[in-house]
């Protein structure tokens, strides 16, 4: 089992919904950061874009199922909704818009820990 294989979470609805929780801290992530360096217009921009492109790599080039990758390209597509409804209503300031950037960090750290200690238990590494 790999992060990234089409596969990683097949039978395992907890690591699906933390995989989900990743996606949206990761769009928000996107949206926050490119915002903070370039503002507004780009930070829709990119956060429209980068996961369109990554999810159409997963589809094209790792045969992920097309339902996957459009419920992920969903998924995405909330955290960055939140954080873009967020900055529109003047309810965050400062270095709080970076919240994103610092969850999605966490969120790795936890999947990969995950990773492995499945692995190990299985004997893989």
């Given at each position: 089992?790999?992060?990234?294989?089409?596969?990683?979470?097949?039978?395992?609805?907890?690591?699906?919904?933390?995989?989900?929780?990743?996606?949206?801290?990761?769009?928000?992530?996107?949206?926050?950061?490119?915002?903070?360096?370039?503002?507004?217009?780009?930070?829709?921009?990119?956060?429209?874009?980068?996961?369109?492109?990554?999810?159409?790599?997963?589809?094209?080039?790792?045969?992920?199922?097309?339902?996957?990758?459009?419920?992920?390209?969903?998924?995405?597509?909330?955290?960055?909704?939140?954080?873009?409804?967020?900055?529109?209503?003047?309810?965050?300031?400062?270095?709080?818009i970076l919240l994103p950037v610092?969850?999605?960090?966490?969120?790795?750290?936890?999947?990969?820990?995950?990773?492995?200690?499945?692995?190990?238990?299985k004997g893989d590494l």
């Amino acid at each position: 089992m790999r992060l990234l294989d089409p596969e990683t979470f097949k039978d395992q609805p907890y690591v699906a919904g933390l995989n989900q929780g990743g996606h949206m801290i990761a769009g928000a992530a996107i949206f926050a950061g490119a915002f903070a360096l370039l503002g507004g217009d780009w930070g829709l921009v990119l956060a429209l874009v980068i996961p369109l492109v990554l999810e159409a790599w997963q589809y094209l080039a790792r045969d992920a199922a097309g339902w996957d990758c459009v419920l992920d390209y969903f998924f995405w597509q909330i955290g960055a909704t939140a954080w873009v409804l967020a900055v529109m209503m003047d309810d965050v300031s400062g270095f709080a818009i970076l919240l994103p950037v610092w969850s999605v960090l966490i969120m790795g750290a936890v999947m990969a820990v995950f990773t492995i200690f499945k692995a190990r238990s299985k004997g893989d590494l």
